[in-house]
């Protein structure tokens, strides 16, 4: 039985790591590497990372010795790659199969796609056939329209398609992708909990995991998403960015709970070295050097 998997999200907007709320606001939290040291080492299935920027211009805001300024994507994603010890799956701005082969070469192990998805399906299916299903993300952001039903949203939430967010996923899974990370757009950093029916509806239509995203404000959101809405991962950004050891709390909560999740006592002994609480990405490191 495949394990739930618990996947933080990191949205990197002209450079810098921002909260969402809604597609619509954003505040800056920082360094686009900071918070990958952190997740490496609080037991993160995966990390998602996914570029946000309404233009391809990028600045840190600094750029010293340990921070250095990056007017790239493809430098930040080296950057991210090289703390990121868990499978990457990055998404943004992914239009052709080059944009995904530049990703995967810059250390991603998996790339979300989402606008260009819809607006030609047959990328997904030629992706999928020249990089494998394993490593093809079809990112479904999906909103309530005025008629009251789920529709599906693209460029970053602006424009809306017609498109069932049920029916696109499954028409996604026939092309070749390997999963769907559905996104609540109304839920998106209110910290309401998950829409729980979007999340069920698309589970049921399709046999791909399905990772939910958008609204989680509580270990039980998380519990919720996984038993009531079925999905196969969790995903979650703000929730993880103000607490210590986020990730590795939630992971004991669900494991607790009965959810089949990593043994987090287990991770806790492994990468976790308690006497080096001033820098715990050196430790890390430093253990998984000596493993090998």
């Not at 992914?94 to 810059?106: K, V």
């Not at 309401?192 to 039980?220: C, H, N, Q, Y």
């Not at 196969?232 to 929730?239: G, K, L, P």
């Not at 909560?253 to 050196?282: A, C, I, W």
Request: hydrophobic content about 40%; glycine content about 8%; charged content about 25%.
């Amino acid at each position: 039985m495949l394990k739930n998997r618990l996947i933080p999200c990191l949205l990197l907007r002209n450079g810098l790591i921002v909260q969402s709320k809604q597609f619509k606001r954003w505040q800056v939290l920082g360094n686009p590497t900071t918070a990958v040291r952190r997740l490496s080492v609080w037991a993160s299935d995966e990390l998602i990372y996914l570029d946000i920027s309404p233009s391809p211009v990028y600045d840190l805001k600094r750029d010293d010795l340990n921070h250095p300024n990056r007017g790239s994507l493809v430098e930040i994603i080296k950057d991210v790659a090289k703390y990121c010890f868990m499978p990457l799956t990055f998404g943004g701005g992914i239009r052709t199969l080059e944009d995904i082969r530049i990703r995967l070469g810059a250390g991603a192990d998996k790339v979300s796609v989402n606008t260009q998805a819809v607006l030609t399906p047959s990328f997904v299916t030629q992706s999928a056939e020249t990089f494998g299903s394993q490593c093809v993300v079809v990112s479904i952001d999906a909103a309530v329209n005025a008629r009251g039903r789920h529709e599906v949203k693209i460029q970053r939430g602006k424009e809306w398609t017609g498109l069932d967010p049920v029916e696109w996923a499954v028409e996604a899974e026939k092309r070749g992708a390997g999963e769907i990370l559905l996104n609540s757009v109304d839920r998106d950093g209110t910290m309401k909990g998950f829409d729980l029916s979007l999340i069920r509806s698309v589970v049921e239509a399709v046999s791909i995991p399905v990772i939910a995203i958008g609204g989680a404000g509580t270990w039980e959101d998380l519990a919720a998403a996984l038993s009531e809405g079925c999905a196969s991962a969790v995903s979650a950004a703000n929730i993880f960015h103000y607490t210590e050891q986020s990730v590795l709390n939630a992971k004991k909560q669900l494991f607790s709970r009965g959810f089949n999740v990593r043994d987090p006592k287990l991770l806790e002994d492994k990468f976790r070295d308690k006497s080096s609480v001033h820098d715990p990405t050196l430790a890390w490191t430093d253990k998984r050097k000596s493993l090998g």
